[in-house]
């Protein structure tokens, strides 16, 4: 049988979530032993114009030229699968919306910043249709996995949408607030295990918010730890600016 031509892309971004399939270990047999991944910097030439059965997406839609790009790929790939908070939700990218454009581009580029063009930070799904997601800052393998047997197998993959506080309880971890820390988990969305708690760190919303946020649940936990909601505020703008666009 023909496997399936898979092309990766990235935009803004750090290259995490692509090391991490690198670092996939026996997992990364079961999945390219079922695909065809073509050379990606090939693929990202511009002239390239054969047709893909999956286009992996890691990174933030920062510029025009980027908006150009992931629509000429959108109309190459049958399926488009984003990975990692970056092109999910916008992730850290997204902290550039805080400020003006203009601002930027001449802190970043001096007196040469008209050279540079730039656009607010989008999610990827903000730009084209994306078909699936793996969320996540770096995104977490097991979900890849289950998530690309979906898309080889043709039917939908739907993340969690319940608080990462499910995970970390049924995880037995001493809750953060208990240790007078705060903790993004209640609002933003599981799968991931809890990682971050179990490993004894705090919940930044890496995964982006749950769909119908407890915030009432929410703002009791804040009102009963004496903590104010603007330090909640500013701890979501760290990877869920870009929830505002939309
Ligand atoms: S989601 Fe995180 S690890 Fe992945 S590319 Fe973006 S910054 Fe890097
Ligand atoms: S607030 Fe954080 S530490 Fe507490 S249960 Fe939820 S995820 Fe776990
Ligand atoms: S615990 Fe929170 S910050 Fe850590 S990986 Fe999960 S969603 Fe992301």
Same mark, same amino acid.
């Given at each position: 049988m023909? &496997?399936? &031509?898979v092309g990766i892309f990235d935009f803004a971004c750090c290259e995490g979530c692509q090391l991490q399939i690198a670092n996939m270990g026996e997992d990364v047999l079961s999945v390219l032993g079922s695909i065809d991944v073509l050379e990606w910097r090939e693929v990202m030439s511009e002239k390239w114009g054969k047709k893909l059965d999956i286009a992996i997406i890691e990174g933030s839609i920062t510029d025009p030229h980027a908006v150009k790009r992931i629509k000429?790929?959108? /109309? /190459?790939? &049958?399926? *488009?699968?984003? @990975?990692?908070? $970056?092109?999910? @939700? +916008? +992730?850290?990218n997204g902290m550039k919306n805080n400020f003006g454009l203009d601002d930027i581009r001449k802190y970043v580029y001096g007196d040469s910043y008209r050279f540079f063009p730039t656009e607010l930070t989008k999610a990827v799904h903000q730009v084209? /249709?994306?078909?699936?997601?793996?969320?996540? $800052?770096?995104?977490y393998i097991p979900e890849f996995v289950a998530l690309i047997k979906a898309a080889l197998q043709g039917i939908p993959y739907y993340p969690p949408d319940y608080?990462?506080?499910?995970? $970390? &309880? *049924?995880?037995?971890n001493v809750c953060m607030y208990d240790r007078q820390v705060t903790c993004l988990g209640p609002v933003t969305r599981?799968? $991931?295990?809890?990682?971050?708690?179990?490993?004894?760190?705090i919940c930044y919303g890496c995964r982006g918010m749950v769909s119908n946020p407890n915030e009432k649940g929410a703002q009791d936990v804040l009102a009963k730890y004496n903590i104010p909601m603007e330090l909640i505020l500013n701890k979501m703008n760290m990877y869920n600016k870009c929830r505002e666009l939309t």
């Open positions: 023909k &496997k399936p &031509k000429q790929i959108r /109309k /190459k790939a &049958k399926i *488009l699968i984003a @990975i990692g908070s $970056c092109a999910t @939700i +916008g +992730g850290v084209v /249709k994306v078909d699936y997601f793996v969320h996540g $800052c770096p995104m608080p990462v506080c499910v995970e $970390c &309880k *049924l995880n037995e599981a799968g $991931c295990n809890s990682w971050c708690i179990n490993n004894g760190n």
